[in-house]
């Protein structure tokens, strides 16, 4: 005799289980709002001596909209940036300081004017790529915490980026793009590639964060 198989019954898959795909409206949403924060960032840039400010607060808008599904409102990134604000300036006056001294380097070498060529120019090329990557992985760590922690940030970014080369790798070439990309578009898309450039590198960073800066 056959035995009977005992009856079970299949739970079919609820279909509120489904995850939902985007749809191109809710591109086009993450799109503009990406290009709306770039744009804010420039605005608050404009003093020159705020951009890391700015580019915290933007940063810890971008680390809320990946935990909470939501950014957060004005009033909570006002209040954000002016906490950044005193650090946040003596980084910019730093950051402003490096960079006008890597563009001259690279000019001179472009322009003949200092002995090297072809090779060294490259290579400094690939030292500012480095350590742009370096920078804007420092400002992903920096939102996770708010806006502040600049220097925790940096020295534990420093650590980590050896042990993870590939997403400091993937951080410089996207740093590079968008600089290279910068160049070439007109000026007032540069603040929207300034936006997709931090949302990229917060995406990036996301796979192996670095752990936030200790602020206690």
């Given amino acids: ?71 957060p409102d004005a009033r909570t990134s006002l209040t954000r940036f002016g906490r950044a604000l005193p650090a946040g300036s003596a980084v910019s006056a730093v950051a402003l300081a490096a960079a006008a001294l890597l563009a001259a380097d690279l000019l001179a070498l472009t322009t003949g004017r200092v002995p090297g060529g072809g090779p060294a120019l490259a290579l400094t090329a690939v030292v500012v790529a480095v350590l742009l990557g370096y ?11 708010g806006g502040r922690g600049w220097r925790t940030a940096a020295l534990e970014v420093a650590r980590t980026c050896p042990q993870r080369p590939g997403t400091w790798a993937a951080a410089s070439g996207v740093c590079a793009l968008a600089v290279v990309l910068g160049v070439l578009v007109t000026p007032v898309a540069v603040p929207i590639l300034g936006g997709y450039a931090l949302a990229a590198l917060h995406a990036l960073d996301a796979r192996h964060p670095v752990p936030a800066p200790d602020l206690s």
Avoid: I, N, Y
């Avoid at 920078?135 to 915490?145: C, I």
């Fill in 135 to 145: 920078a804007g992985l420092v400002a992903v760590a920096v939102g996770r915490t």
């Fill in 1 to 71: 005799m056959t035995a009977v198989p005992a009856h079970t019954d299949a739970v079919p898959a609820h279909p509120d289980t489904v995850p939902a795909r985007a749809d191109w409206r809710d591109t086009l949403r993450e799109a503009t709002d990406l290009a709306l924060l770039g744009f804010a960032v420039a605005l608050a840039a404009l003093p020159v001596l705020t951009l890391a400010p700015a580019v915290a607060t933007a940063s810890a808008a971008l680390h809320d909209r990946s935990v909470t599904g939501a950014w």
